[in-house]
C-alpha cells in the first residue's frame, strides 16, 4: 500500500569549527549525518534510521585560471578552496582558512598566488605551491565580494557589503586606503587603464610611496543601489556615476575605452568610459541576473542565474551558447586561450573547448 507522502524542510543554522554545517530538520525527520567530503545530508524519519535522501550543499561560488593556464582554482560555500589542474581537474591542493563561504578568488600574474575574499570579511594571500595562507588583511566589516590586482600585484583592491572598496598593500599587510565608500553594498569591482582623455582628478594628499600602479587608473564600482560608479584609483575622486535599472552585480573593462556592467534584472549595460550619460548598448538575453562578465577575443562572456551562458562576438552579432548548466546559476567565468571555465550552483566546473571565432 502506498505510504503517504511526507513533507518537511532543512534550515541551515550555522558552520562547526570543523567547517560541517549544523543542519535542523522540521518535525517527523531526524538528520543522520552530514558529510563535510562531499557536503551531503543523510536524512531519515524519526521512526526510521534509513537514509531515505539525500543532496549536495555544495556551491562553487568562483573559479580562476592562472596566467599560463596550467592551475585553476575555485571557491566554495564550504569556506575551502581547491587548486587543481585545468587539464583533467585533478586536485592538488586545498584551502582552508576562511570561516563561512567563500565569495571571491583569483591568481595573482604570476600564477603561484592566490587572493580571496570572504563572507567573514577577511582578504586572503595563499601560495598555491604549498598551501599556506601568507597574508591576512583584516578591515571590512561586511563579507568581501570581489577583488581586484593593480598591476603585478604589489597592491589589490576589495569590495564589501560594508559599501567600501578598500586599497592594500601586499607587502606590509595594511590598507592604503579607502577608495571608496558608497552607503550600499558594493557587489563587484574591475580596474583599468583610463583613457587619456578622462579627467581622473588629483589626489589631495601624496600618495604613499607603497602605493603602486594606480596613477592613470580607474575603478569601477558595481553597486546594490542600482548605482555604477567610476573612481579615479589614485586621487580617490568620482569621475562618473550611472544609474541602471536594477541593482548592479558585476563589471570589466573591454578596452581603455569601454567597459561593461550587468544588473540583477538581466541587463548589459555597454557605456564609454568618456560619456556614460547614456549606454552605448543595452543588451538582454533573459530577465535572469547577469552574474559575470569576462572580456574574450573580440566580444565577451556572460554568464546568468538561470544558467545561460554565452560568447558575444564582432559587434554583438555573434553569439555562442554554452549549455549543460540547466537552470542553476553560472557564478563565474574564466577563460585561457580557446578554453571557457564557468562554475555553477550544481557544484560543477565545466570547460568548453572551443574552435576559431
Known amino acids: 500500500t502506498p505510504q503517504p507522502t511526507l513533507y518537511g524542510s532543512l534550515t541551515r543554522r550555522g558552520l562547526s569549527a570543523e567547517g560541517v554545517p549544523d543542519i535542523a530538520a522540521s518535525e517527523g525527520f531526524v538528520v543522520g549525518e552530514v558529510t563535510k567530503v562531499k557536503r551531503s545530508v543523510y536524512l531519515g524519519t524519526e521512526s526510521s534510521e534509513a537514509a531515505i535522501c539525500c543532496f549536495t550543499l555544495l556551491q562553487v561560488t568562483c ?8 592551475l585553476g582554482v575555485s571557491a566554495s560555500t564550504d569556506g575551502t578552496m581547491k587548486i587543481w589542474q585545468a587539464a583533467n581537474g585533478e586536485i592538488r591542493r586545498l584551502l ?6 567563500v565569495n571571491c578568488c583569483r591568481f595573482f600574474p604570476s600564477g603561484l598566488v592566490v587572493l580571496s575574499g570572504g563572507m567573514d570579511a577577511q582578504l586572503k594571500i595563499w601560495s598555491a605551491e604549498d598551501a ?22 604589489r597592491n589589490v583592491l576589495s569590495c564589501s557589503r560594508d559599501g567600501t572598496a578598500r586599497l592594500w598593500d601586499c607587502g606590509q599587510s595594511a590598507c592604503l586606503a579607502v577608495v571608496a565608500d558608497c552607503g550600499s553594498p558594493v557587489n563587484g569591482i ?14 589631495e594628499k601624496t600618495p604613499s610611496e607603497r602605493e603602486i600602479g594606480t596613477e592613470g587608473k580607474i575603478l569601477l564600482l558595481a553597486r546594490e543601489d542600482k548605482k555604477l560608479q567610476g573612481v579615479g584609483l589614485q586621487s580617490r575622486q568620482p569621475v562618473f556615476l550611472f544609474v541602471g535599472s ?15 556592467a550587468g544588473t540583477q534584472d538581466g541587463n548589459i549595460y555597454q557605456l564609454d568610459v568618456r560619456n556614460t550619460n547614456a549606454p552605448i548598448q543595452v543588451i538582454q538575453r533573459s530577465g535572469a541576473p547577469v552574474l559575470s562578465l569576462l572580456p574574450y577575443r573580440d566580444g565577451f562572456v556572460a554568464s546568468q542565474g538561470d544558467g545561460t551562458c554565452f560568447i558575444i562576438q564582432q559587434d554583438l552579432d555573434y553569439v555562442i551558447d554554452l549549455t549543460e548548466a540547466d537552470c542553476d546559476p553560472v557564478y563565474k567565468v574564466a577563460s585561457w586561450e580557446k578554453q571557457i571555465y ?8 565545466r570547460r568548453y573547448q572551443l574552435s576559431d571565432l
Open 96 to 101: 582552508e582558512g576562511h570561516v563561512y563561504d
Open 63 to 70: 573559479l580562476d585560471i592562472s596566467s599560463g593556464g596550467g
Open 132 to 153: 599556506s595562507c601568507v597574508v591576512t588583511f583584516k578591515g571590512h566589516k561586511g563579507g568581501i565580494l570581489d577583488t581586484a590586482i593593480v598591476d603585478r600585484g
Open 342 to 349: 564557468t562554475c555553477c550552483r550544481d557544484g560543477i566546473v
Open 190 to 203: 574591475a580596474v583599468g587603464a583610463a583613457d587619456n582623455s578622462v579627467n581622473l582628478g588629483a589626489p
Open 246 to 260: 536594477d541593482a548592479f552585480n558585476c563589471c570589466t573593462f573591454l578596452s581603455s575605452t569601454y567597459f561593461l
